[in-house]
């Protein structure tokens, strides 16, 4: 009696086991499938893997993977990557119906690590969320960029650094030479002049460090943490968010030297530079009590940062690639300098007033930027709101991915798309096209960079003077080696491979 009670207690013992473990494997299960049940009325997309959703089917440049998931869902599709519910929009008609029309929906930004590591905890203009702070301080950068980056001082800031890389240039005549350096230490150049005004010389050690860590968080940040995608990450042991800390600081480190040297010298009856502007915009907050929380150092330091991070890589990355497109198509870059030679000549500098008078130049600098679409998908949003799009419904705090690159590249909207051809943006009475309705390089919108203005006066004045004055060709030797080669799986868009190329003084 005895064993048998014995016998039975074990067996129901046996039995509870087993059932707790059937139950825990159903639940798990159904968790883990529940991780890729789709928002009802959710845009269609690829099922995905329960937990990781679709984020390991991302194994190409995301652009490639996105124009690949439109063909088969749709314009506007969304998948699950970790914990995040993606939103993707493609092409013109729904891009510019986000961005203009429903430009408030779509004006957040969602809350990856990463960008709260950059940004000091969401202190920025660039990767801040959409409220009243972030209205303050892109007023206040707006309004700083239209008083000392426009028109003639802009022009005469630019001119400024030319001797400078006249010099270097002739020390390097008959070598090859990888451009970038030369054009980062070019813009660190008029960004430190026109946010702190302060001049360096092109061989500084410290503008070649900054350049340096810059790349560095270029290589080493790929597509983001995995905190960006899976909250419990960030209590994970790995090295990922440390070291996106200490690249940062690396990367701030020379800028801060130099925000501080600015306060020291500030004069408020003297404001010669953005980052003056700033402190007095701060000070005089202090004084009339209003906005001092949205006006802390940090902020403003975000602010500055942004504005000189922006101005330089924007324009080092397409110029990077003008060159290396030029010296791939000489016949291109002949038709440039005659039409510049033609209009300007070789005596007096290119100037602002210079636009409009050089078709075949302003069409084939928008054909670069066409052609390169360095900022494929433009920096994430999120919707501010539970939001009705496309007939679709996509609920607040959802990030929404821009696909310009679907509009660069768009076969319905530009006759061969994957060649470079300046005539892409020239009409038939030879004026430039410079708003095509499928060309969308700096955002629009809320969202939109407030540094455009800024970035393509940059562009025509360095990119015609380097035309004027200089051919770019590739090395002897090497002229069947591509050097249009691209990084691959960078968060930070189509960048080049370094390249060597010939830079020789024209005659």
């Given at each position: 009696?005895?064993?048998?009670?014995?016998?039975?207690?074990?067996?129901?013992?046996?039995?509870?086991?087993?059932?707790?473990?059937?139950?825990?494997?159903?639940v798990?299960?159904?968790?883990?499938?529940w991780?890729?049940?789709?928002?009802?009325?959710?845009?269609?997309?690829p099922?995905?893997?329960?937990?990781?959703?679709?984020?390991?089917?991302?194994?190409?440049?995301?652009?490639?993977?996105f124009?690949?998931?439109?063909?088969?869902?749709?314009?506007?599709?969304?998948?699950?990557?970790?914990?995040?519910?993606?939103?993707?929009?493609?092409?013109?008609?729904?891009?510019?119906?986000?961005?203009?029309?429903?430009?408030?929906?779509?004006?957040?930004?969602?809350?990856?690590?990463?960008?709260?590591?950059?940004?000091?905890?969401?202190?920025?203009?660039?990767?801040?969320?959409?409220?009243?702070?972030?209205?303050?301080?892109?007023?206040?950068?707006?309004?700083?960029?239209?008083?000392?980056a426009?028109?003639?001082?802009?022009?005469?800031?630019?001119?400024?650094?030319?001797?400078?890389?006249?010099?270097?240039?002739?020390?390097?005549?008959?070598?090859?030479?990888?451009?970038?350096?030369?054009?980062?230490?070019?813009?660190?150049?008029?960004?430190?002049?026109?946010?702190?005004?302060?001049?360096?010389?092109?061989?500084?050690?410290?503008?070649?460090?900054?350049?340096?860590?810059?790349?560095?968080?270029?290589?080493?940040?790929?597509?983001?943490?995995?905190?960006?995608?899976?909250?419990?990450?960030?209590?994970?042991?790995?090295?990922?968010?440390?070291?996106?800390?200490?690249?940062?600081e690396?990367?701030?480190?020379?800028?801060?030297?130099?925000?501080?040297?600015?306060?020291?010298?500030?004069?408020?009856?003297?404001?010669?530079?953005?980052?003056?502007?700033?402190?007095?915009a701060?000070?005089?907050a202090?004084?009339?009590?209003e906005?001092?929380?949205?006006?802390?150092?940090?902020?403003?330091?975000?602010?500055?940062?942004?504005?000189?991070?922006?101005?330089?890589?924007?324009?080092?990355?397409?110029?990077?690639?003008?060159?290396?497109?030029?010296?791939?198509?000489?016949?291109?870059?002949?038709?440039?300098?005659?039409?510049?030679?033609?209009?300007?000549?070789?005596?007096?500098?290119?100037?602002?007033?210079?636009?409009?008078?050089?078709?075949?130049?302003?069409?084939?600098?928008?054909?670069?930027?066409?052609?390169?679409?360095?900022?494929?998908?433009?920096?994430?949003?999120?919707?501010?709101?539970?939001?009705?799009?496309?007939?679709?419904?996509?609920?607040?705090?959802?990030?929404?991915?821009?696909?310009?690159?679907?509009?660069?590249?768009?076969p319905?909207?530009?006759?061969?798309?994957?060649?470079?051809?300046?005539?892409?943006?020239?009409?038939?009475?030879?004026?430039?096209?410079?708003?095509p309705?499928?060309?969308?390089?700096?955002?629009?919108?809320r969202?939109?960079?407030?540094?455009?203005?800024?970035?393509?006066?940059?562009?025509?004045?360095?990119?015609?003077?380097?035309?004027?004055n200089?051919?770019f060709?590739?090395?002897?030797?090497?002229?069947?080696?591509?050097?249009?080669?691209?990084?691959?799986?960078?968060?930070?868009?189509?960048?080049?491979?370094?390249?060597?190329?010939?830079?020789?003084k024209?005659?």
């Amino acid at each position: 009696m005895i064993d048998l009670l014995g016998a039975g207690e074990s067996g129901f013992g046996q039995f509870n086991a087993l059932t707790i473990t059937a139950t825990l494997g159903m639940v798990t299960a159904t968790l883990a499938l529940w991780t890729i049940v789709r928002p009802k009325r959710f845009p269609p997309g690829p099922r995905g893997l329960p937990i990781v959703g679709s984020i390991y089917s991302i194994n190409d440049s995301p652009e490639v993977v996105f124009g690949e998931w439109a063909k088969k869902y749709g314009d506007i599709f969304g998948f699950k990557a970790g914990e995040r519910w993606i939103v993707v929009l493609n092409r013109q008609a729904l891009i510019k119906e986000a961005v203009l029309k429903q430009s408030v929906g779509f004006a957040d930004r969602p809350d990856f690590l990463s960008l709260d590591i950059f940004s000091d905890g969401f202190k920025d203009i660039a990767f801040s969320p959409y409220s009243e702070t972030w209205k303050l301080h892109r007023k206040l950068a707006h309004s700083a960029l239209r008083h000392f980056a426009t028109g003639k001082p802009l022009q005469d800031l630019i001119s400024s650094v030319y001797p400078k890389v006249e010099k270097k240039l002739a020390m390097t005549e008959g070598q090859p030479i990888d451009p970038k350096v030369l054009i980062t230490l070019l813009m660190y150049n008029v960004l430190a002049q026109m946010c702190f005004g302060r001049s360096y010389e092109l061989e500084d050690p410290n503008v070649a460090q900054w350049m340096n860590t810059n790349d560095e968080i270029n290589e080493h940040l790929g597509l983001g943490l995995a905190a960006d995608f899976f909250s419990w990450a960030k209590y994970l042991p790995t090295n990922g968010p440390w070291m996106l800390k200490e690249l940062q600081e690396r990367l701030w480190g020379f800028l801060r030297l130099q925000v501080d040297e600015t306060r020291e010298h500030y004069d408020p009856e003297n404001i010669n530079n953005v980052y003056s502007l700033l402190l007095k915009a701060q000070e005089d907050a202090r004084k009339e009590g209003e906005n001092v929380d949205k006006l802390t150092d940090t902020h403003i330091f975000q602010t500055i940062a942004d504005i000189f991070t922006a101005g330089i890589l924007t324009t080092v990355e397409t110029l990077y690639w003008a060159m290396a497109l030029l010296a791939t198509y000489p016949e291109i870059q002949a038709k440039i300098r005659v039409e510049i030679d033609d209009v300007i000549g070789r005596d007096r500098l290119p100037t602002i007033n210079d636009r409009g008078k050089l078709p075949y130049t302003e069409a084939s600098l928008y054909e670069v930027l066409r052609y390169s679409s360095i900022v494929p998908n433009a920096l994430p949003h999120a919707t501010t709101r539970d939001t009705e799009f496309g007939g679709y419904h996509i609920p607040k705090g959802t990030t929404v991915i821009i696909n310009t690159y679907s509009m660069h590249y768009d076969p319905q909207e530009w006759d061969q798309p994957d060649k470079f051809l300046p005539e892409h943006f020239m009409d038939g009475s030879g004026t430039v096209r410079d708003h095509p309705p499928s060309f969308l390089p700096f955002g629009a919108g809320r969202r939109g960079c407030l540094g455009e203005a800024v970035a393509k006066a940059d562009l025509f004045l360095i990119f015609t003077w380097f035309m004027q004055n200089y051919t770019f060709s590739k090395v002897p030797g090497k002229e069947s080696e591509e050097i249009l080669k691209m990084i691959p799986q960078t968060a930070s868009g189509r960048l080049l491979l370094s390249y060597e190329i010939m830079i020789n003084k024209r005659d």
